[in-house]
């Protein structure tokens, strides 16, 4: 079900998704701290993600065997699929996602395009907590540990030339977590991952779709065209702070935004291999 490896060439938006996987090791957790997470992202239902497709990729997530899956936001892509959808399949098929220390989402900002109160409705429907600014105290081998989620940052529609506003809290977030436990933080978008505070060394976002296309010579077009909205050094990949304080995986995710068209960025889910270094 799964290819390691997929040609760079063509149209990749329907072809198997691959699974990709880091090793990331945390200087200030406990060396005796280790935990795997499952990264979905980027769903977007209805352009070229049929729900028969989204069960084989959800089948291929479980199968990774992580501690945790997270669920990255955008399961639709606007309103579009809440019009070609059946509003509880999706539901249904992410209900099957399973993993020893559970399943956890943050929404995106085509899910606040579309219908925010149905994608909420049928995330509990799911029985998937939604992480709006909030947070999970999770505990692994006696060990506990944070799994918090930040709300959209691009989640509220401004006019053209305004400073985008999102509802986004990190202050708020930072509230919710009451002691000195590790924290693993997942938002949709990773606009926001160089004013992270210390107390979140490792992010995991989507939204980028790693450009979506990546053409040879050429680069990411889209990403050029947007400088506004995509910051380059934060389009993909496992990403370091300026200040070596934080780290943070982008994923290019498995689905497609606007058109079901992907050249140089194949589809993927994704396995994190969390680390501490830090002597009890």
Known sequence: ?????????GNQALQKVRAKSYTITIPEWPENFDLSIALLSDIHIGVGMSLKRL????HAVNDLNCDIIAVLGDMVDGAHAHRKTPKHDWAQTLSRLDAPFGVAAVPGNHDYKGDIDLVRTLFAEANIPL?????????????????????????APVPKGHIRKGHHDIDKLQLAINDDA??????????????????????????????????????????????DHFRRDLVYGHITSDDQKHQMVVTSGVGC????????????????NLKGACPV
Not at 55 to 58: K, W
Not at 132 to 154: I, P, R, V
Not at 259 to 267: A, D, E, Y
């Open 55 to 58: 069960n084989r990729i959800v």
């Open 182 to 227: 590790p924290v693993i933080l997942l938002m949709h978008e990773p606009d926001i991952f160089e004013e992270l505070p210390d107390r979140f060394p490792v992010a995991f976002a989507g939204h980028t779709h790693g450009g979506q296309i990546n053409l040879p010579f050429i680069g990411r077009p889209l990403v050029r065209a947007f400088p």
């Open 1 to 9: 079900m799964l290819t390691a490896h997929t040609r760079l060439t």
């Open 257 to 272: 935004s606007g058109i079901p068209l992907r050249w140089g960025v194949p589809p993927e889910i994704v396995r994190v």
């Open 131 to 155: 992480l709006t600014n909030k947070a999970l105290k999770l505990q692994k081998d006696g060990k506990t540990f944070w799994l918090a989620g930040l709300d959209s940052q691009w989640g």
